[in-house]
Each structure stands twice: as structure tokens, then as C-alpha cells.
């Protein structure tokens, strides 16, 4: 009798604590039953030589799991994040080869960044590339480091390289047959400066459907059905991602399925997860462009560029920040919102930066966090590339910022 003194009765038990069953122990969700008799019942002698004067009844009430706290140490790589989408069926093997191959190359290509100055990296190679651009010895060793990453994964059909004249087909495929295009060193001009810079990529599914222009007699068939395969607009990417190099280094990616992030980490030599689902602000107070091209600019652009510099009722006008990189740029904007634009002006008609390397796959990105990429009157990833050094406008980053833009240039 002593025990049923002390032992609450079902009501007490339930209602003197303000977490609900789920919350409680196993043992506390056991309810003592509404069986008990009193002690003067003639049989409660019996009872009381058993389970006690009290009867314990369990409500079979399952206990809710606790939720796992993440350890200190735990953590997401690259590799393991990837073979997570494969089994999830987001991508197949080949894609996770691909990628991880695509990131071997960036490691190697930051430390090439970290140790220019050292190694006798910086300055100019003295040979030109395909747009004319004077070539850093960094975008030539960057280019053979991108392409040997991609040949050796064995999965890659067809590479197109910024640096080279026309795409290549992949002779150690041994499965997969996916199309890499990449800009292996953009805004290498910053090299000597160590200012950031960064390598992207987009990767594609071969297809015979593009129209473009190959009546170039001196191509042989083989580089011509290269380059029908690999013009294709950007609505047709697989997956797209850059890697920075900066202070830190940070590889962003997009499978389709919203933008990761991933940092490097010295320590283990590994990308680390840092970013998940990362979302562009629906608007932004900063400008990413090149004002020095302001009076080779058409007026309704000159016009836009005035009224973000007008403070107007909030007495606080937009804040200009051009690194010169686009990768730099972009990722700034991705993080922090606005708008990044490289227009056409009277000395490029249609822009410097291309639609295959760099336009496509981070409108592609953008459009993934929830931005919006566009040439100033349609959607970049609707653009059908006609060559493959093919230039365009891009303006990219918030949507309200962009679809403010595109009113002015309408």
C-alpha cells in the first residue's frame, strides 16, 4: 500500500507536466490503470502479493525518436554528397565520375592560384586564344588541368574549352558520353593582382537537334558533329557549377535541384558542404558594372544607370561593386542580392562575355536560387547558340533587379 501512496494516478501523471506523451520516457508513458480496487476489497491481499495494489496498464504510446544532434565532427563532402543524389536517382554514376573529376580539377587549379607568384605562373604566356585575348600562363595550364581531369574520368564524350578553337570528342570514354563545356580560368587578368578568380563549367546530354553554322570547309566531320552537339541553349544543362578562388576556396554547384555550396577544406583536402538550398534575395542595393564603358553605353541603359545612382525618397542610392571577375561578382550577388550586368556597347556589339562558358550555366545557377538571368530582353537559357565562342549581353542576379533593368532597355 505504500507504493500506491506515492504513485501518481493517471490524471496527475498525464496532466502535471506540459509535454505531451510523444516527449515523455517510455516507463512515464505507461499510465497506471483505472483497475485498482480499494484496499478494503476482500481479494486486494492477493493483488497486493502481485503486480502491487495498483494495476499498470501501458497506453503502447511509441516513443518519438529523439532527433540525432550533429556532431562537431560530422561532415558532408562532396563525394558523399554526390553519391547521396545518385541514390536518391538525381543523376546517374556517370554524372557523380564527372563532377568529382570536375572538382579533382579545381583543387589542382587553386593551389596553381595560391603558389603563381611562386612558381613563375604569373604574366602573359605570349600566345592568344581564339577571341583574341592575350593568354596568362595560368589559363594555359589551367586549360590542360581541366581537360586531363575530364579525359581521365572516362566519361565524357565531348569537352569545349573557352581557350579552344572548337570542342573536342573524347577518346577514353568508356561510358557516358556527356558534354562538358568550361571556362577553366575566368578573370585569370586578376592573377597578378591576387584578386579572385574562378572556373566554370556546364555539362550537357548530347543531342543532333542544334542548328548551327558549320560550313567551315576545313573542319573535318568528326569536329562538326562536336559542334552540333555541344551548341545548345542553356535550358538543355544537366548540371552547372563554378569554383572560386579566394580567401577561401568555394565550389558552388546545381544538379537541378536548387544550389549547394561547398568549401574547401585544407585541413582534410576535401570540398565540405557549407550551403544548402541557397536562395538569391528577391531584391538588392548593389550594382556589379564596368561604369568605365559608361559612354559607349546606348541611353537607356546610360538612364538606368542614373536612377540607381539617385538616392530618391530613401536618401540612400544603390552601392556599386565591380570586382572584374565574373565568378567574384556573381557569387557576391548570389549571397548578398542585386544585379550583375556586362551590356553591349559601341566597341562590343554583343558584350565580351560568352553563352556557352559563362552566360548559360550561371543563368542556369541564378534561375536554380531563385534569380533570374537574362540579355536584357529574354531569358539567356533560352538563347540558341549559333557558334561557340558566341557572345551575348547578360545581366543576372535578383529577380526584381533584372526585370527592373529590362523595363529601361525595353
Given at each position: 500500500?505504500?507504493?500506491?501512496?506515492?504513485?501518481?494516478?493517471?490524471?496527475?501523471?498525464?496532466?502535471?507536466?506540459?509535454?505531451?506523451?510523444?516527449?515523455?520516457?517510455?516507463?512515464?508513458?505507461?499510465?497506471?490503470?483505472?483497475?485498482?480496487?480499494?484496499?478494503?476489497?476482500?481479494?486486494?491481499?492477493?493483488?497486493?502479493?502481485?503486480?502491487?495494489?495498483?494495476?499498470?496498464?501501458?497506453?503502447?504510446?511509441?516513443?518519438?525518436?529523439?532527433?540525432?544532434?550533429?556532431?562537431?565532427?560530422?561532415?558532408?563532402?562532396?563525394?558523399?554528397?554526390?553519391?547521396?543524389?545518385?541514390?536518391?536517382?538525381?543523376i546517374d554514376a556517370e554524372m557523380t565520375i564527372v563532377l568529382s573529376s570536375?572538382?579533382?580539377?579545381?583543387?589542382?587549379?587553386?593551389?596553381?592560384?595560391?603558389?603563381?607568384?611562386?612558381?613563375?605562373?604569373?604574366?602573359?604566356?605570349?600566345?592568344?586564344?581564339?577571341?583574341?585575348?592575350?593568354?596568362?600562363?595560368?589559363?594555359?595550364?589551367?586549360?590542360?588541368?581541366f581537360s586531363n581531369c575530364l579525359r581521365s574520368s572516362g566519361r565524357t564524350?565531348?569537352?569545349?574549352?573557352?581557350?579552344?578553337?572548337?570542342?573536342?570528342?573524347?577518346?577514353?570514354?568508356?561510358?557516358?558520353?556527356?558534354?562538358?563545356?568550361?571556362?577553366?580560368?575566368?578573370?585569370?587578368?586578376?592573377?597578378?593582382?591576387?584578386?579572385?578568380?574562378?572556373?566554370?563549367?556546364?555539362?550537357?546530354?548530347?543531342?543532333?537537334?542544334?542548328?548551327?553554322?558549320?560550313?567551315?570547309?576545313?573542319?573535318?566531320?568528326?569536329?562538326?558533329?562536336?559542334?552540333?552537339?555541344?551548341?545548345?541553349?542553356?535550358?538543355?544543362?544537366?548540371?552547372?557549377?563554378?569554383?572560386?578562388?579566394?580567401s577561401s576556396v568555394i565550389f558552388v554547384l546545381t544538379v537541378g535541384q536548387?544550389?549547394?555550396?561547398?568549401?574547401?577544406?585544407?585541413?582534410?583536402?576535401?570540398?565540405?558542404?557549407?550551403?544548402?538550398?541557397?536562395?538569391?534575395?528577391?531584391?538588392?542595393?548593389?550594382?556589379?558594372?564596368?561604369?568605365?564603358?559608361?559612354?559607349?553605353?546606348?541611353?537607356?541603359?546610360?538612364?538606368?544607370?542614373?536612377?540607381?545612382?539617385?538616392?530618391?525618397?530613401?536618401?540612400?542610392?544603390?552601392?556599386?561593386?565591380?570586382?572584374?571577375?565574373?565568378?567574384?561578382?556573381?557569387?557576391?550577388?548570389?549571397?548578398?542580392?542585386?544585379?550583375?550586368?556586362?551590356?553591349?556597347?559601341?566597341?562590343?556589339?554583343?558584350?565580351?562575355?560568352?553563352?556557352?562558358?559563362?552566360?548559360?550555366?550561371?543563368?542556369?545557377?541564378?534561375?536554380?536560387?531563385?534569380?533570374?538571368?537574362?540579355?536584357?530582353?529574354?531569358?539567356?537559357?533560352?538563347?540558341?547558340?549559333?557558334?561557340?565562342?558566341?557572345?551575348?549581353?547578360?545581366?543576372?542576379?535578383?529577380?526584381?533587379?533584372?526585370?527592373?533593368?529590362?523595363?529601361?532597355?525595353?
Open positions: 500500500m505504500v507504493a500506491a501512496a506515492v504513485t501518481p494516478s493517471s490524471s496527475q501523471l498525464l496532466c502535471s507536466s506540459s509535454r505531451s506523451i510523444s516527449q515523455l520516457s517510455p516507463l512515464q508513458q505507461c499510465v497506471f490503470g483505472s483497475k485498482a480496487t480499494n484496499a478494503t476489497t476482500p481479494n486486494s491481499s492477493k493483488r497486493n502479493r502481485g503486480a502491487g495494489s495498483v494495476g499498470v496498464k501501458c497506453m503502447a504510446v511509441a516513443a518519438e525518436t529523439e532527433p540525432k544532434k550533429k556532431s562537431g565532427y560530422q561532415i558532408t563532402t562532396l563525394t558523399c554528397w554526390l553519391l547521396e543524389q545518385e541514390q536518391k536517382g538525381v570536375i572538382s579533382l580539377a579545381c583543387k589542382q587549379i587553386a593551389s596553381l592560384v595560391q603558389r603563381a607568384s611562386i612558381s613563375n605562373l604569373t604574366g602573359i604566356q605570349g600566345a592568344v586564344n581564339i577571341q583574341g585575348e592575350d593568354q596568362k600562363k595560368l589559363d594555359v595550364v589551367s586549360n590542360e588541368v564524350g565531348i569537352i569545349a574549352s573557352e581557350e579552344e578553337d572548337v570542342p573536342v570528342a573524347v577518346e577514353e570514354s568508356y561510358s557516358g558520353n556527356y558534354i562538358v563545356v568550361f571556362d577553366p580560368l575566368d578573370g585569370s587578368s586578376n592573377i597578378d593582382a591576387a584578386v579572385s578568380t574562378g572556373s566554370i563549367f556546364g555539362i550537357y546530354s548530347p543531342t543532333d537537334e542544334c542548328l548551327a553554322d558549320i560550313d567551315d570547309e576545313n573542319l573535318d566531320s568528326a569536329a562538326q558533329k562536336c559542334i552540333v552537339n555541344v551548341c545548345q541553349p542553356g535550358s538543355n544543362l544537366l548540371a552547372a557549377g563554378y569554383c572560386m578562388y579566394s536548387g544550389v549547394y555550396a561547398f568549401s574547401l577544406d585544407p585541413m582534410y583536402g576535401e570540398f565540405v558542404l557549407t550551403q544548402e538550398k541557397v536562395q538569391i534575395p528577391k531584391a538588392g542595393k548593389i550594382y556589379s558594372f564596368n561604369e568605365g564603358n559608361y559612354q559607349l553605353w546606348d541611353d537607356k541603359l546610360k538612364k538606368y544607370m542614373d536612377d540607381l545612382k539617385d538616392p530618391g525618397p530613401s536618401g540612400k542610392p544603390y552601392s556599386a561593386r565591380y570586382i572584374g571577375s565574373l565568378v567574384g561578382d556573381f557569387h557576391r550577388t548570389l549571397l548578398y542580392g542585386g544585379i550583375y550586368g556586362y551590356p553591349r556597347d559601341k566597341k562590343s556589339k554583343n558584350g565580351k562575355l560568352r553563352l556557352l562558358y559563362e552566360c548559360a550555366p550561371m543563368s542556369f545557377i541564378v534561375e536554380q536560387a531563385g534569380g533570374k538571368g537574362s540579355d536584357g530582353h529574354a531569358r539567356v537559357l533560352d538563347i540558341q547558340p549559333t557558334e561557340i565562342h558566341q557572345r551575348v549581353p547578360l545581366y543576372i542576379g535578383s529577380v526584381d533587379e533584372v526585370e527592373k533593368l529590362e523595363k529601361y532597355l525595353a
